[in-house]
């Protein structure tokens, strides 16, 4: 795009994720692209060990040695971010990229108080006083929903329940006002009632503030209820991306449509959930051609020969030969 009012707030451009061992290099991530806007929700579902929470991890500069990025960009408003220098790297985190993890205590200290935790963060990244930073960490707290902010900035992150730490932690990654933010599992650890909340909380702070969100979860309901475009991940690489509506209800990558079809829905006549045979292959046996094919009971020769690309499917795209033209997809099974 040439229209720099149009242009993605952050661009992943075939982001390539390695993981060199004794026995060879595993790849973890496979050439996934995508983009997300200004003011967007972009959730990134799919099973454990897809790669969601590596592809946050390398966003926001926290990959694990040896974890590296091999091939690809990062690129947020269009610079480069992926190959920055660990200090540069810092100055981007929490002030224009912040991460909320899914345990709020491996975010927050138990030995400072949350005022402290919020002042110091403040500090760092914006110009303010002490009490300016006091001032505006009551006023986080507040925002988020934590009941006489005034008092209980100076609790410990023992005294507040799960729900209020996570509440905290979105606080936290607010701190420096953000153009992104990357919620990994945010609800995970929550009963059903908090969970409905943070999800409120996200989808309003992201509306009032424009910030864009990356929400990293496997729970399709949450997916549902807060993102504007889903991307579905499987083994390290993208299986569908377009937006939820279509992707929830009329799901074109066999993979997705299996995800979608696991799922309970109330009221609906159904005997029998639909089960994907099999289990998501290990880093160093993936397949050739396409990594679902051994599970896909829409395979054919090309399947599993070649590997696809992200092709048009209705109002998504689907990494399936099943909507390549001239596919050959009647071939025989």
């Known amino acids: 795009m040439t229209d720099k009012a149009q242009a993605p707030l952050l661009s992943v451009r075939k982001l390539r994720i390695e993981f060199p061992t004794r026995r060879g290099t595993l790849v973890a991530i496979d050439d996934v692209s995508f983009d997300i806007a200004r003011g967007e929700v972009l959730g990134v579902v799919g099973e454990s060990g897809a790669g969601k929470s590596l592809t946050g991890a390398a966003i926001i500069g926290l990959l694990e040695p040896p974890g590296r990025i091999a091939a690809g960009e990062i690129l947020l408003h269009g610079e480069p971010i992926h190959n920055l220098p660990p200090d540069k790297m810092r100055r981007i985190r929490g002030r224009r990229i912040a991460m909320i993890f899914q345990d709020p205590l491996t975010s927050l200290n138990p030995l400072?108080?949350?005022g402290q935790q919020l002042g110091e963060t403040i500090l760092t990244h914006l110009d303010v006083d002490e009490a300016g930073a006091r001032k505006r960490a009551i006023a986080l707290l507040d925002e988020v929903g934590i009941p006489?902010?005034?008092?209980?900035?100076?609790h410990y992150p023992h005294q507040f329940s799960g729900g209020m730490r996570q509440r905290v932690v979105i606080a936290l990654a607010l701190c420096a006002r953000p153009e992104l933010i990357i919620a990994d599992e945010p609800t995970t650890a929550l009963d059903v009632s908090v969970q409905a909340q943070i999800i409120t909380l996200l989808k309003r702070l992201c509306r009032e503030h424009d910030t864009a969100v990356m929400l990293v979860t496997h729970d399709m309901g949450v997916i549902a209820e807060t993102a504007d475009r889903v991307a579905v991940m499987y083994a390290g690489r993208l299986a569908e991306i377009g937006p939820v509506?279509?992707?929830?209800?009329?799901p074109q990558h066999p993979y997705t449509r299996g995800l979608m079809g696991?799922?309970?829905v109330l009221g609906a006549d159904i005997k029998r959930l639909v089960q994907i045979d099999g289990a998501m292959p290990r880093l160093n046996a993936i397949p050739p051609g396409c990594a679902f094919n051994p599970r896909c009971g829409d395979v054919f020769e090309r399947c599993r020969r070649d590997r696809p690309e992200l092709l048009g499917a209705g109002e998504t795209r689907a990494a399936c030969w099943l909507y390549a033209p001239g596919s050959g997809n009647g071939e025989a099974r």
Request: without cysteine; neutral net charge; glycine residues 0%.
């Open 245 to 250: 509506r279509a992707v929830v209800q009329t």
């Open 148 to 154: 006489a902010p005034a008092e209980r900035i100076d």
């Open 262 to 264: 696991s799922i309970p």
């Open 112 to 114: 400072l108080t949350i």
